[in-house]
């Protein structure tokens, strides 16, 4: 009996840890903004007034709905960075798309992938 304990243990370690690697739909948290930079970690220049933004799992390219929960804006951002590395935020936008949302610092926001 032992060794099917065992191995019901491994393989649900197995589906957790790949859970942990599948990129949430929707996520609610802090967001704040950076303004300089040179490349960003897919290689592209950095440019301060697009709309992109930095995501820590989420795959370059991917667009994203980011609602400001203070103001009830919206905008939608294309993930090329990675980042935040601050705990408690969940995102990093670039300056125009906070000026867009009315962003000063940071704001509770949500995240909804487009697909």
Same mark, same amino acid.
């Not at 980011?66 to 939608?76: A, I, L, P």
């Not at 936008?93 to 940071?106: D, H």
């Given at each position: ?10 393989? #649900?370690? #197995? ?6 690697? /599948? ?8 967001? +704040?903004? $950076? =303004?300089?930079?040179? %490349? ?6 950095? &440019? ?13 390219? *991917?667009?994203?709905?980011?609602? &400001?929960?203070?103001? =009830?804006? +919206?905008?939608?951002? %294309?993930?090329? @960075? ?7 935020? /969940?995102? @990093?936008?670039?300056?125009? +798309?906070?000026?867009? #949302?009315?962003?000063?610092? *940071?704001? $509770?926001?949500?995240?909804?992938? /487009? @697909?």
């Amino acid at each position: 009996m032992t060794p099917v304990r065992g191995s019901a243990a491994v393989i #649900l370690g #197995l589906v957790v840890s790949l859970a942990a690697q /599948i990129p949430a739909k929707a996520q609610n948290g802090a967001a +704040s903004w $950076y =303004g300089s930079g040179h %490349r960003t970690a897919n290689g592209e220049r950095f &440019n301060p007034n697009g709309m992109t933004a930095a995501h820590r799992s989420l795959p370059f390219g *991917t667009r994203v709905r980011v609602e &400001n929960k203070q103001t =009830g804006r +919206s905008v939608v951002v %294309r993930i090329n @960075d990675r980042g935040p590395f601050v705990r408690g935020r /969940i995102i @990093d936008l670039s300056r125009g +798309s906070a000026r867009a #949302l009315g962003m000063g610092g *940071t704001s $509770y926001v949500s995240l909804h992938v /487009i @697909d």
